[in-house]
């Protein structure tokens, strides 16, 4: 599985970005799709993810301003950012869950910069 995200970029806050997350390979394995964040100085948390079956989970931290969605028919999920807050400002992963190997595959991570 090979995952490409794209989408970050620089944004005033109360702005809104969009990032994607295209995957390839045998994407018929993968369970969920999620989207973590890194900011300096702080752990990897999960932000929001996906599963195969529709299910999303969210962090307290982004519930009613994120929103996670997928298009099987493109193999990408995308997450809708609104109403972002500079505590947003991080590097996004995308991350894609294969239990059948019990295994995560991540994309190269895209800066989210939100200026206050």
């Known amino acids: 599985v090979q995952l490409q995200a794209c989408g970050g970029g620089l944004v005033q806050a109360g702005g809104s970005l969009r990032l994607a997350c295209a995957s390839s390979?045998?994407?018929?394995?993968?369970?969920?799709m999620g989207w973590y964040r890194q900011a300096p100085g702080k752990e990897r948390e999960l932000v929001a993810s996906i599963s195969s079956g529709g299910s999303t989970y969210y962090a307290d931290s982004v519930k009613g301003r994120f929103t996670i969605s997928g298009d099987n028919a493109k193999n990408t999920v995308y997450l809708q950012m609104n109403s972002l807050k500079p505590e947003d400002t991080a590097v996004y992963y995308c991350?894609?869950?294969?239990?059948?190997?019990?295994?995560?595959?991540w994309g190269q991570g895209t800066l989210v910069t939100v200026s206050s």
């Open positions: 991350n894609a869950k294969v239990a059948l190997v019990e295994y995560d595959y």
């Open positions: 390979g045998s994407t018929f394995s993968i369970n969920a």
